[in-house]
């Protein structure tokens, strides 16, 4: 009890781990588990590689060279984990604790893809970026402009979004929407006999399909 709560004795512990003592002789040596040096040891910030067996070992090799392999033909992370059958995030957290390396080389390639992109024809007209980064004070401008009075559309095209993306962000802030104006009846007519012209001209191309024949 006295190792387990002593700061000096940790402390001497971590520093016998850093020196290249292992997890199993610390147990030994202070007399407690495996499983409590573990423990101790992570509060120090140091971590104690799991054992695992040759056939674990064998696994995580032949998964290894899957990824490779995959990666070579340019795959992505979801790509590679429908091809293996696994979940994308799984597969993420994965190679997190066995491929750290490839993942953040992936990660990389594809934040420069996307700053590569052409940007949005759809900018502000103060100059803002083109889909400029929904910020807290952006949020709280968008939420402004939509109770004074300003419409979707008109905020979409200020801040360079889609309209779509405007009427989330209100309703994750929970903002009363306005309902959508009516419609003419001058708009269904229009609606109404675009419907029949449309109908009128397939039921004439499957007439004349059916002559030909």
């Known amino acids: 009890m006295h190792a387990r709560t002593d700061p000096a004795i940790l402390a001497a512990m971590a520093d016998m781990f850093r020196r290249g003592c292992s997890a199993e002789q610390l147990a030994d040596l202070y007399g407690i588990s495996l499983r409590q040096v573990q423990r101790r040891l992570a509060r120090r910030g140091l971590h104690v590689p799991r054992r695992r067996t040759p056939a674990q070992q064998l696994a995580i090799e032949m998964r290894r060279g899957q ?3 995959l990666r070579g033909r340019g795959l992505s992370v979801s790509q590679m984990a429908r091809h293996l059958r696994l979940h994308p995030r799984y597969l ?10 490839l993942l953040e080389q992936m990660k990389a390639e594809v934040m420069a893809r996307g700053a590569a992109r052409a940007p949005r024809s759809s900018a502000s007209e103060e100059g803002l970026p083109a889909r400029a980064p929904l910020t807290r004070w ?11 009075g300003y419409s ?4 979409a095209r200020h801040y360079g979004h889609h309209r779509t993306t405007i009427w989330r962000l209100l ?7 306005r ?7 001058r708009w269904l007519r229009a ?7 449309r109908e009128k001209t397939e039921r004439e191309s499957s007439q004349e399909a059916s002559l030909a024949r």
């Open 138 to 148: 952006r949020r709280a401008a968008i939420k402004r402009d939509y109770l004074a």
């Open 92 to 101: 993420r957290l994965w190679m997190s604790r066995h491929m750290l390396g």
């Open 191 to 197: 609606v109404r006999e675009r419907r029949m012209d």
């Open 179 to 185: 309902p959508r104006a009516a419609r003419s009846p």
């Open 152 to 155: 979707i559309a008109a905020i």
């Open 171 to 177: 309703r994750r802030q929970r903002v009363p929407l």
């Open 67 to 69: 990824i490779h392999l």
